[in-house]
């Protein structure tokens, strides 16, 4: 409560303007979580956060702002198939409409991303297609690439592959090591999650193929794609 202003409420109220509900999963410290909750437009429209991993960052970012924090530990269930059902389950009890992946270090399995088909981002610190996978920032130093960056995609199911929506280059310098190179991507990254995530909600994403059209443009962004 800030002024009188409840600031939770009033975030609510402005989220109608959008009338989305998504859910965030995330793994660690959340840090693009946070981006997406402090979002004007994006975050008053997160109802639900979910983590593999009980008592991480994110979680608690979740807390903080009054969103509904929820555990799902795999070894907990039988198989991954079944996690991947549980998941899917809990995101249709909750109604949710699109899904973000804000370093979810987990596989989404198959019946979560049909359930969810062209509604689920992923954001990745490379260039992808380069240096898909859990180590994209080392694996782009020990390659010694002069260039990196950052993407924000559809999951299909296959692992950092789905049609690119942004992407954003970040130059690797000679005295970079894996922290340095990853704060400055995730710099890159806490600018362009937020804005795919806006442009996927106002229904101005439109795929063909491996081709994502942004619709009206987004002139902010470098490689926004082609515009209709
Ligand atoms: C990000 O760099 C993201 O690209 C990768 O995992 C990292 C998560 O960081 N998938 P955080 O938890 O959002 O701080």
Same mark, same amino acid.
């Given at each position: 409560?800030?002024?009188?202003?409840?600031?939770?409420?009033?975030a609510?109220?402005? =989220?109608?303007?959008? %009338?989305?509900?998504?859910?965030v999963l995330? $793994?660690?410290?959340?840090? @693009?979580?946070?981006a997406?909750?402090d979002?004007p437009?994006v975050?008053p =429209?997160?109802?639900l956060?979910v983590?593999?991993?009980p008592?991480? $960052?994110?979680?608690? +970012?979740?807390?903080?702002?009054?969103v509904?924090?929820?555990v799902l530990?795999?070894a907990?269930?039988a $198989?991954p198939?079944?996690? %991947?059902r549980?998941?899917?389950?809990?995101?249709e009890?909750?109604?949710?409409?699109?899904v973000?992946?804000?370093?979810f270090?987990r !596989?989404?399995?198959a019946?979560t991303?049909? *359930?969810? +088909?062209?509604?689920?981002?992923? !954001?990745?610190? $490379?260039?992808l297609?380069?240096?898909?996978?859990g180590? *994209?920032v080392r694996?782009?130093? @020990?390659?010694?690439?002069k260039?990196?960056?950052?993407t924000?995609h559809?999951v299909d199911?296959e692992v950092d592959h789905?049609?690119t929506?942004l992407?954003?280059?970040?130059?690797?310098?000679?005295?970079d %090591?894996?922290?340095?190179?990853?704060? +400055?991507?995730?710099?890159?990254e806490?600018r362009?999650?937020p804005?795919?995530a806006?442009?996927?909600?106002?229904?101005?994403?439109?795929?063909?193929?491996r081709?994502v059209?942004?619709?009206?443009? %987004?002139e902010?962004?470098?490689?926004?794609?082609?515009k209709?």
């Open positions: 409560m800030v002024d009188g202003i409840d600031i939770i409420a009033a609510r109220i402005a =989220c109608l303007f959008v %009338d989305a509900r998504i859910a995330a $793994s660690g410290a959340g840090t @693009n979580l946070q997406l909750l979002d437009q975050g =429209c997160i109802v956060v983590g593999d991993t008592g991480v $960052s994110a979680l608690e +970012r979740a807390r903080a702002r009054g509904k924090p929820v530990e795999p907990h269930y $198989s198939e079944a996690f %991947d549980a998941l899917t389950t809990l995101l009890e909750e109604a949710i409409e699109y973000m992946l804000a370093g270090m !596989i989404l399995g019946h991303v049909h *359930a969810f +088909r062209d509604r689920i981002l992923n !954001i990745h610190p $490379s260039l297609p380069a240096f898909p996978g180590h *994209a694996d782009a130093l @020990n390659w010694g690439a260039i990196t960056g950052a924000v559809l199911e789905g049609p929506v992407q954003e280059p970040v130059l690797i310098l000679p005295e %090591d894996e922290r340095t190179l990853h704060l +400055r991507i995730q710099e890159v806490h362009l999650f804005r795919a806006r442009l996927l909600v106002e229904g101005r994403l439109k795929v063909e193929g081709l059209h942004v619709l009206g443009g %987004d902010e962004t470098i490689g926004a794609g082609p209709e």
